[in-house]
């Protein structure tokens, strides 16, 4: 027990030398800091822009999203149709694609 308090009191010594002295931070990691710190402060959308990957991938999946709304909106017999014929395709016997049943007309 009486160890533990020479310690303390020999690291005391320390604590009040560390008080006396301010620390400063250099000037290239205040900077480093305040440009993240603005960084943060980014509008909603360049978040996700960011988080999605860039242009690239926002264009891509906006594209697939258009292709999926038209075809959606303009042709639900034409999707229809390609699953039932594509349900018959797996029914047949020899389970190869009949690319015949995609090309047929009416």
């Known amino acids: 027990m009486q160890q533990n308090k020479k310690d303390d009191a020999d690291l005391d ?6 008080r006396a002295t301010p620390y400063v931070p ?5 900077d480093r800091i305040l440009n993240d710190a603005a960084s943060q402060n980014a509008p909603f959308w360049h978040k996700i822009w960011s988080e999605l990957g860039g242009w690239p991938v926002t264009v891509g999946l906006a594209t697939a999203c258009s292709i999926g709304i038209v075809i959606g909106l303009t042709s639900p017999m034409l999707v229809s149709d390609i699953y039932m014929s594509e349900a018959d395709i797996w029914a047949s016997d020899n389970l ?4 015949s049943v995609f090309m047929d007309e009416g």
């Open 96 to 99: 190869l694609l009949d690319v």
């Open 13 to 18: 010594v320390f604590f009040e030398a560390a």
């Open 26 to 30: 250099p000037v290239p990691l205040v």
